[in-house]
T-cell receptor, first 115, second 113 residues
Framework: GAGVSQSPSNKVTEKGKDVELRCDPI?????LYWYRQSLGQGLEFLIY????????KSGLPSDRFSAERTGGSVSTLTIQRTQQEDSAVYLC?????????????FGPGTRLTVL | EDQVTQSPEALRLQEGESSSLNCSYT??????LFWYRQDPGKGPEFLFT???AGEEKEKERLKATLTKKESFLHITAPKPEDSATYLC??????????????FGKGTKLSVKP
């Protein structure tokens, strides 16, 4: 079956522009996560959606970052007024639920470069 | 503060030379400890979940073990195709609602033929 897909695979933008990154989770997975992987750093949690509950936004680094999940499926991460420090690989993961026995399956990521 | 530390940062082995990767963690209640493999330009690929001290899991040449403070990923007789970055992550117990993983920075393994 299809895994987690993300688009675009690469995005180059200019400082100050807004960008939208898309994630299509595995069908039937109720939990969806966004992580960021910067050069030389570990994966950093950004935001978490579980079913119809309010998202856990505790990992978002600033109010320029926001995310939505429509219809319990597709998610969009939006970064407004991009800065050079936003350059990173943005990874999306999904799982059947939030319990530890539900492993998280990752997409291939979107590499964002802010010039 | 919950954190995960992996060592070494990089490890170079000859094919067939067994070794271990370390993952030390500090977490307020462990729900699970995870090992992932990440190849360049790809997302992490799930390997194992460990839940409690003393638990062990194996898959081909890999064996993961867990104590109350750390986990080891043992690689027996590695092959060049085992070359990748190995990531360790923990999921903390915050009362049942939070599912995000806390990752270490990874160990980059290179296996030379």
């Amino acid at each position: 079956g299809a895994g987690v897909s993300q688009s675009p695979s690469n995005k180059v933008t200019e400082k100050g522009k807004d960008v939208e990154l898309r994630c299509d989770p595995i069908s039937g997975h109720t939990a969806l996560y966004w992580y960021r992987q910067s050069l030389g750093q570990g994966l950093e949690f950004l935001i978490y959606f579980q079913g119809n509950s309010a998202p856990d936004k505790s990992g978002l680094p600033s109010d320029r970052f926001s995310a939505e999940r429509t219809g319990g499926s597709v998610s969009t991460l939006t970064i407004q007024r991009t800065q050079q420090e936003d350059s990173a690989v943005y990874l999306c993961a999904s799982s059947l639920g939030a319990a530890a026995y539900n492993e998280q399956f990752f997409g291939p990521g979107t590499r964002l470069t802010v010039l | 503060e919950d954190q995960v530390t992996q060592s070494p940062e990089a490890l170079r082995l000859q094919e067939g030379e067994s070794s271990s990767l370390n993952c030390s963690y500090t977490v307020s209640g462990l729900r699970g400890l995870f090992w992932y493999r990440q190849d360049p330009g790809k997302g992490p690929e799930f390997l194992f979940t460990l839940y409690s001290a003393g638990e062990e899991k194996e898959k081909e040449r890999l064996k993961a073990t867990l104590t109350k403070k750390e986990s080891f990923l043992h690689i027996t007789a590695p092959k060049p195709e085992d070359s990748a970055t190995y990531l360790c992550a923990v999921q903390a117990n915050y009362g049942g609602s939070q599912g995000n993983l806390i990752f270490g920075k990874g160990t980059k393994l290179s296996v030379k033929p």
